[in-house]
């Protein structure tokens, strides 16, 4: 663990007008972890995510990546930077095919070899979709829209990578694949991961540390093992 | 019959005209969800460019000499002006207005709209303004039936554009990023889509249309006014609900299909009524089918 976070929010605070969703948030994220945010509906765990990528305004406070402040970068901007987000309900272009949602991942990318090559990685990760390639991304199964919506994020070339419930309304097989996956571009890709999950279990499990947020508040912060074993988070989190 | 295939020939002409401008506000529609009412003054400041260095050319006697060299530039000035004129109209009276409620940048575009065809007015003036006539008189015969040289030159050229617009649109990564910013802008933007550049490039391409379209009708017609952008506009806009509106197929479609019940209507109805046939098919299509020929889901706007 090096000692500057690659990803750190500082006493942020934003909001959807005279809604605050989020108060004085901080969050460090070193590279290489994989990090849980865990939370109940409506804590503000996607407005996280959606304020790091600029999509919420920012009202108060700051975030930096790799140690420069991106609060003025607009949200086009930052996938280019290696900050790039797979946001809930996966978000797939339905009227596109797999392949062209792939491209687009690679809109600011003119290494054109390049980018056929890491096509072929998405579809070696996920072989139902290069099966798919021609499809409309609309028609796809959940399952399989989040791995599009994965592959398309990887097409980035992410250093960190934001994860909103790549977990939800999937079968618990479908699941565990991504999940594996998940693991394997955090090792193989050296890909730094913030993943906010309601599924308290599945998230500290793949995680290597975890905050807890209720309504806009981080609550707590520890290593993902102590929380899995933390009683009062077993209790709200876990079902106990 | 002889009648018959002439008036067909007359409807793909007009049809592919109406085409043109229709899918400017398909594909405005498509990625901001405005109709731009202004539309039609774009194809008007189209035709009075394309007037004006049409004549200019003429004067110099180099439409004598290189005809295809003036023809092109003309187009290209024309289809240019038009492009920074939307782009510039976009930014100064609907992009401040984006978050606001729907209505207000309709408001904003009749505005503009009634702005536009004013100022064309002022600098212009009231009255007819020729196009140089000497250009594409005859013509080839069969018979009775009679195709312009100009009418081939329209038919080609609106094809060619047609084309070209479907190999951006649907072949080319931009063409992509179009379609996923009117899905999804939100979602574009995490993938590195500004939507503001996309925004100006579908404007731009829609004027652009418009404004060749202005040209040609200045060239069939022989004249240009200030307030030509008026009619041919909301007919555009009809064919353009008719093929489904967001849809790039069904602007093209719905295009034809207006410009041949038109001619059709005036030829087998009555030419006095050639301006309702439009309407009629509008209100008809609003009446029994609002999501038009290609549309499907009214709120899944679309490119």
Known sequence: MSAQPILELKNVHSGYGSIKALRDVSLKIYPGEVVAIIGANGAGKSTTLMTICGIVPLEKGDIFYNGVSVKNIAPEKLPPLGLCQVPEGRRIFPRLTVEENLILGAFYRNDKPEIQRDIEHVYSLFPVLGERNRQKGGTLSGGEQQMLAIGRALMTKPKVLLLDEPSLGLAPIIIHQIFDIIADINKNQETTILLVEQNANLALQAATRGYVLETGQITLEDKASSLLHNPEIRKAYLGE | ?303
């Open chain 2, 1 to 303: 019959m002889d009648s018959f295939i002439q008036q067909l020939i007359n409807g793909i002409t007009l049809g592919g005209i109406y085409a043109l401008i229709a899918l400017g506000y398909t594909m405005v529609y498509g990625v901001i969800q405005l109709i731009n009412f202004a539309h039609g003054e774009f194809f008007a400041a189209g035709g009075y460019v394309g007037v004006i260095f049409l004549s200019f050319f003429t004067g110099l006697g180099y439409m004598e000499t290189h005809p295809i060299f003036c023809l092109t530039a003309s187009f290209a000035l024309a289809m240019m002006y038009c492009a920074y004129l939307a782009i510039g109209v976009e930014k100064i009276a609907y992009k401040p207005l984006r978050k606001e409620a729907r209505l207000a940048a309709l408001l904003s575009a009749l505005g503009v709209s009634i702005f536009l065809s004013n100022g064309l007015m002022l600098t212009q003036g009231v009255y007819d303004k020729a196009y140089p006539s000497e250009l594409f008189q005859g013509g080839f015969s069969f018979g009775i039936i009679t195709i312009g040289y100009l009418q081939v030159l329209i038919v080609c050229l609106t094809g060619a554009l047609l084309v070209a617009l479907n190999l951006l649109v649907f072949k080319t990564k931009i063409g992509m990023a179009m379609r996923a910013t009117a899905q999804d802008k939100t979602m574009s933007a995490l993938v590195a889509i500004g939507s503001n550049k996309i925004i100006s490039l579908t404007f731009g391409i829609g004027a652009g249309l418009a404004a060749a379209a202005g040209i040609m009708v200045g060239l069939y017609y022989g004249s240009v006014r200030y307030d030509m952008g008026f009619l041919p506009g909301i007919k555009a806009f009809s064919a353009a609900v008719l093929g489904g509106i967001g849809n790039i197929t069904g602007a093209m479609l719905g295009g034809l299909i207006i410009g041949m019940v038109e001619i059709f209507g005036a030829g087998y109805i009555s030419g006095e009524y050639k301006d309702v046939f439009a309407f009629i098919i509008l209100i008809g299509v609003l009446y029994f089918k609002p999501t038009g020929i290609m549309g499907e889901n009214i709120d899944d706007t679309r490119v």
